[in-house]
């Protein structure tokens, strides 16, 4: 899952959010560093990502690109189930898209000082583009996949994901619908035993 599932995975409270968003730019065992409910909200991510890569409905849909995009498939589908996400966000949230962004990037600016020097430095490019709104749109997840295509060095082809949206949009919707039930169901559970 990409940033927005995380986000809204972690509920309403601040810190887990803060945690499952930074989890990728905290490597190891560095997640003890921070204060307990961001800690539990890095090894939440982890366990989310976990439970996502092993999933049998997921798995389905990365086949779907693996013969085009190999190893960058996992990454793909990640960010085109945030569109799913995004663009159906009325059916899992009575707030808007729109006020749910803003609030978390208020949320990162009372958070800032601790947040990982690369969280920092992406900061105004997320906040500037609306990343999270901009998900909603096969144009936003255009942009973020042209975005990591060009950190692979234009290697990954990503970029060309869009066609494989478009040309599969029903197929990959409905996946995230059946897995991100599991996911919901799983998530709270594991903030049970947090």
């Given at each position: 899952?990409?940033f927005?599932?995380?986000?809204?995975?972690?509920?309403?409270?601040?810190?887990?959010?803060?945690?499952?968003?930074i989890?990728?730019?905290?490597?190891?065992?560095?997640?003890?560093?921070?204060?307990?409910r961001?800690?539990?909200?890095?090894?939440?991510?982890r366990?989310?990502d976990?439970?996502?890569?092993?999933?049998?409905?997921?798995?389905?849909?990365?086949?779907?690109?693996?013969?085009?995009?190999r190893?960058?498939?996992?990454?793909?589908?990640?960010?085109?189930?945030?569109?799913?996400?995004?663009?159906?966000?009325?059916?899992?949230?009575?707030?808007?898209?729109?006020?749910?962004?803003?609030?978390?990037?208020?949320?990162?600016?009372?958070?800032?000082?601790?947040?990982?020097?690369?969280?920092?430095?992406?900061?105004?490019?997320?906040?500037?583009?609306?990343?999270?709104?901009?998900?909603?749109?096969?144009?936003?997840?255009?942009?973020?996949?042209?975005?990591?295509?060009?950190?692979?060095?234009?290697?990954?082809?990503?970029?060309?994901?869009?066609?494989?949206?478009?040309?599969?949009?029903?197929?990959?919707?409905?996946?995230?619908?059946?897995?991100?039930?599991?996911l919901?169901?799983?998530?709270?559970?594991?903030?049970?035993?947090?």
């Amino acid at each position: 899952m990409n940033f927005l599932a995380h986000i809204y995975l972690s509920g309403e409270d601040p810190e887990l959010k803060i945690g499952n968003f930074i989890a990728d730019s905290v490597k190891g065992k560095k997640f003890l560093d921070y204060p307990d409910r961001i800690s539990q909200g890095i090894t939440l991510h982890r366990k989310i990502d976990s439970y996502t890569d092993s999933h049998d409905i997921v798995k389905q849909s990365v086949s779907r690109l693996f013969p085009k995009y190999r190893h960058y498939s996992t990454v793909i589908v990640d960010i085109l189930y945030d569109h799913f996400l995004a663009a159906n966000w009325k059916e899992y949230s009575d707030v808007p898209l729109e006020e749910y962004s803003l609030d978390f990037y208020k949320l990162l600016h009372e958070y800032h000082e601790i947040l990982p020097k690369q969280i920092q430095k992406l900061l105004p490019y997320m906040e500037q583009d609306n990343w999270l709104l901009s998900y909603a749109s096969i144009s936003g997840i255009g942009n973020v996949l042209s975005g990591m295509n060009r950190r692979t060095k234009n290697r990954s082809k990503m970029n060309l994901a869009v066609i494989e949206l478009e040309e599969y949009y029903g197929d990959f919707d409905k996946e995230f619908r059946h897995f991100f039930k599991e996911l919901e169901l799983y998530t709270k559970n594991e903030m049970k035993i947090l």
